[in-house]
């Protein structure tokens, strides 16, 4: 069993940054492929990125490229999601998860979800 927990959510003007942080439980944590998902208010969530356990891989959304970084510390069983030139559109809870095996797009093939932690960007 993993637990995950987000923080380093909030309100932010467009084109500020923020640091997402996700903590995983357990002591296997880079055996776990993690991804950061989205969901905006009346929207499916959505993709964001990914990481493989190394570290060594990593997927990114189009809709973020160039301006989101998935990293990871194995050392501290932390993933963290840096997010620069924030738009308005990038307002959403977002969502830590992990699966054993590779990295996936796909939140289905996620085992394990955090309860999300709130980003608000404003015009």
């Known amino acids: 069993q993993v637990q995950l927990v987000e923080s380093g959510g909030g309100l932010v003007q467009a084109g500020g940054s923020l640091r997402l942080s996700c903590v995983a439980s357990g002591r296997t944590f880079n055996s776990y492929a993690m991804g950061w998902f989205r969901q905006a208010p009346g929207k499916e969530r959505e993709f964001v990125a990914a990481?493989?356990?190394?570290?060594?891989?990593?997927s990114v959304a189009d809709s973020v490229k160039g301006r989101f970084t998935i990293s990871r510390d194995n050392a501290k069983n932390t993933v963290y999601l840096q997010m620069n030139s924030l738009k308005p559109e990038d307002t959403a809870v977002y969502y830590c998860a992990a699966r054993f095996g590779g990295i996936m797009s796909i939140e289905t093939m996620y085992d394990y979800w955090g309860q999300g932690t709130q980003v608000t960007v404003s015009s």
């Open positions: 990481i493989s356990g190394s570290g060594r891989s990593t």
